[in-house]
């Protein structure tokens, strides 16, 4: 598991590692395997018992935004402590001082492990590579003074991306938003675009019969050659008010969907260019701009932080007051909301994992609920 004190330490800490675990489907980054929200475990349960459930094991961690990742039976975490001293736990601690960084409860991105190495990203910039096992350091980085990162308001949110040899990292840095390092190295490989930098973490998809990494920065949605960082395609989107995407891209064959509570839901189409069909291009199909006065009259769907489903036909997510809408995926057009799963609250939301035909949701409240849309 990492820790972050609230003096100025970040810790990478791993909360155990057992010698021997049963078989079962890890979930090593952020948003599963394929960090699309889907869960393939067998032998799940159909339903919950009422009440609560039964504690298998506990450990005390301090404040922190990241989700655990698992990987061949540990299990990751960033966190931050503010007492004797301010550090984000393997405990692995280093020092972060959240100066430019907004609600300073702890670090953000969710850790990925890969290969027996685990990659976290502390909200001031801090990159370490450990070794999964023993927490001992291979890397690290001091990627703010690296770059001279234009600090999001919320700090750096977007968990690493695994591509072949590289780490692939969305930090809003000068002339490098997005940034390739050698995984094994922390070296520079390549450094791409001039957007400012927002939250939402970098997605991996085939376009044109090649890999191409999608990512949304605070000024636009850009299609990079993840070995290279070419930019192979770039629609602009300046946020009205400032860059507050945090919503991970979520795909549906050549479909791409994006929600943002200032700036409304934009869908995408991935295409090729029309005089070379090897040319990864992107068309706009529809946009619905942003309406925040009150709950009724926001469109479409603005989510705050909730990153939707998207299963072809339908949208379904929590819009930032706490709706869950479901939208026509044709349209962007509203079908229907409803507030059991939440309440109504302003910043509501639910984390969703797709298992089978249903729904597991955890909501803000602490509670697990499994549904069908």
Known sequence: MLHVRGAVFVTLVSIFGLTHF???EDWPQWRGINRDGVWTE???????P?????????VEVGSGYSGPTVAEGRVFLTDRLT???EIERWKHEYPAAYGRVGYPAGPRASVTVHQGKAYALGATGAMYCVEAASGKILWQADLNERYAIDMPIWG?????LIFENLVILHIGGRDACIVGLHKDTGAEVWKSLSDRGQYSAPILVEQAGQPVAICWTGDSVAGLAPA??????????KPRNMPIGVATPVVHGDRVFFTSFYDGSLMLKLTTAKDDPTKPAVETLWQRVGRNENPPNTDALQSIIATPVFDGTHIYGVDSYGQLRCLDAATGDRLWEDLTAVPMDRWSTIHFVRHGDKYWLFNEQGELIIARL
């Not at 067998?42 to 919950?48: A, F, M, P, Y």
């Not at 750096?156 to 690493?160: D, K, L, Q, R, S």
């Not at 290279?228 to 770039?234: A, M, N």
């Open 22 to 24: 049963a078989a079962a």
């Open 42 to 48: 067998s032998g799940i349960v159909d339903r919950l």
């Open 50 to 58: 009422s009440g609560q459930l039964p504690i298998k094991w506990r």
């Open 83 to 85: 007492k004797p001293e």
């Open 156 to 160: 750096i949110t977007a968990a690493p």
């Open 228 to 237: 290279t960082g070419t930019v192979l395609w770039r629609v602009p989107w």
